[in-house]
């Protein structure tokens, strides 16, 4: 991603374009993908708290990112991978609901496994 910003950057700058950019208004209409955009999205559209097996981790509700520890990061790790890919974004979604806050290399993780789903989904 970073790097199709700074190509777009770059274009811009070579370009000298000043106009300013046409910004579409949202549709109104499903996609006709919706089931496709709901099971692949990060955003919170609802409070409900969904499960996954993993009631245990909600001890970890309200930590900071950098105060786990190598194991409590291998367990968090542990769900993760096993979840199936369909659950991956709605587990997701499932934290932040309960204040639980991945550490970085986690979230990193957890990032990659979302956009390599939405990618098969789409394909």
């Not at 370009?15 to 549709?27: D, F, N, R």
């Not at 919170?44 to 001890?59: G, P, Q, S």
Request: proline share 6%.
């Amino acid at each position: 991603m970073v790097v199709v910003g700074a190509v777009l950057y770059i274009h811009h700058r070579m370009t000298g374009s000043s106009a300013e950019p046409v910004v579409e208004p949202a549709a109104e209409e499903c996609c006709g993908q919706h089931a496709v955009c709901e099971k692949t999205s990060l955003l919170v559209t609802d409070d409900r708290i969904e499960y996954f097996d993993d009631e245990e981790l909600d001890r970890f509700s309200g930590r900071s990112p950098e105060s786990y520890t190598p194991a409590e990061e291998e367990e968090l790790r542990d769900v993760m991978l096993t979840l199936s890919p369909d659950d991956i974004a709605p587990w997701a979604r499932s934290l932040a609901l309960r204040k639980i806050e991945l550490p970085a290399s986690l979230r990193d993780e957890l990032l990659m496994l979302v956009a390599e789903n939405r990618q098969n989904a789409v394909s």
